[in-house]
Structure formats: structure tokens, C-alpha cells
């Protein structure tokens, strides 16, 4: 995991769990239908970190990039103040060649080039993200619009000693 970043998915069970503890968690529920849960997963303070993506929008376009908020071109947005630690096991690294759909299969191929591109400058940033909510608590805004990563570990802890391994040792 250390040189490029890859697209991951997250087991429904475990957003479900995180998400009782956090508000920034969208469950999808499910299925080929369903909002699909994918992201990019980084190493911060021994833990797998799940950055999640969100579609471009209209919007986004008249967004500037900050340190938790970067553009993957026109194609999605990562919102590193929304990322979360995860279990290994409860991660599940994209197949994209086995994608089945062709529009969404070129989608998530360019999405991989331009988050490789950019995957120097995303791993600083979610450090300082990172840092930045430990160091500030809820002091500033982007303390306040980040998710509360000592909880968010504390929560990833206990799911480790109920189902699985959390943290990278």
C-alpha cells in the first residue's frame, strides 16, 4: 500500500457499525443498486484509513481545493476530514478490470491515474488533517467538519477485539 493508492470498498457491516458514531457515514445498503462505498485507503498513526470519494458535481466545480477537500478532476472529490479507520479485513480492494460496466470501469480508471498522480500531496494532506483534529479538538472549522479520529480509533479497537484485526501490526 505504500506506493500507489488503490480503490477500496468497505463492508456494510462495519460502516453500519461506525456510522452509530458518526454522522459523516453514508450507508448504502447494499446490492448492485446501492450506493456504492469506495475510496482510497492511506496508513495515519498504524491504522488502515479509508478516504471515502464522492461523485463530482456541479457544485464542485465552483469549490476550491483545501486540505481535506481535493478534486480528482472532474471525475470525484475525496473528503479526507470524512475518512475513517478500518479494519483490513473489512476492506475490499476494487477489481477494476473486472468491472463489468464500461462506462464505469473507464470512470474508475481514470479516478485511479489522477488519485496515483496526486497520491503524494493526498497523504500529506490527511496528515495534517489528521494532526490537525487531534491537536485543535473542535477549535477551529476544519477541526469542527472532520470526523473525531480518536473515537472513530477507540470504535475501531473494540470492533477489532469483536471481528477483526484494525490496526496495521
Known amino acids: 500500500m505504500k506506493n500507489n493508492i488503490k480503490i477500496y470498498g468497505v463492508k456494510d457491516a462495519y460502516i453500519k457499525y461506525l456510522s452509530q458514531y458518526q454522522e459523516h457515514l453514508f450507508l448504502h445498503e447494499g446490492g448492485s443498486f446501492g450506493r456504492k462505498y469506495i475510496?482510497?485507503?492511506?496508513e495515519i498513526n498504524g491504522f488502515y484509513y479509508f478516504a471515502p470519494l464522492s461523485s463530482f458535481k456541479s457544485k464542485h466545480k465552483k469549490m476550491?481545493?483545501?486540505?481535506?477537500?481535493?478534486?480528482?478532476?472532474?471525475?470525484?472529490?475525496?473528503?479526507?476530514n470524512n475518512m475513517i479507520p478500518v479494519p483490513k479485513?473489512?476492506?475490499i480492494e476494487?477489481?477494476?478490470n473486472a468491472e463489468k460496466d464500461p462506462h464505469y470501469k473507464f470512470l474508475?480508471?481514470?479516478?485511479?491515474?489522477?488519485?496515483?498522480?496526486?497520491?503524494?500531496r493526498i497523504r500529506k494532506n490527511a496528515e495534517i488533517?489528521?494532526?490537525?483534529?487531534?491537536?485543535?479538538?473542535?477549535?477551529?472549522?476544519?477541526?469542527?467538519?472532520?470526523?473525531?479520529?480518536?473515537?472513530?480509533?477507540?470504535?475501531?479497537?473494540?470492533?477489532?477485539?469483536?471481528?477483526?484485526?484494525?490496526?496495521?501490526?
Do not use: M, W
Open 129 to 169: 488533517v489528521y494532526n490537525h483534529k487531534k491537536r485543535n479538538k473542535d477549535s477551529t472549522p476544519l477541526a469542527k467538519r472532520t470526523n473525531d479520529f480518536g473515537l472513530l480509533e477507540k470504535k475501531c479497537r473494540e470492533y477489532e477485539s469483536t471481528f477483526s484485526k484494525c490496526k496495521n501490526t
Open 39 to 42: 475510496g482510497t485507503v492511506l
Open 89 to 91: 479485513e473489512q476492506l
Open 94 to 96: 476494487l477489481d477494476i
Open 108 to 120: 474508475l480508471q481514470a479516478e485511479s491515474r489522477e488519485i496515483n498522480r496526486q497520491k503524494d
Open 64 to 80: 476550491k481545493e483545501s486540505v481535506d477537500f481535493i478534486k480528482i478532476k472532474d471525475y470525484a472529490v475525496i473528503n479526507i
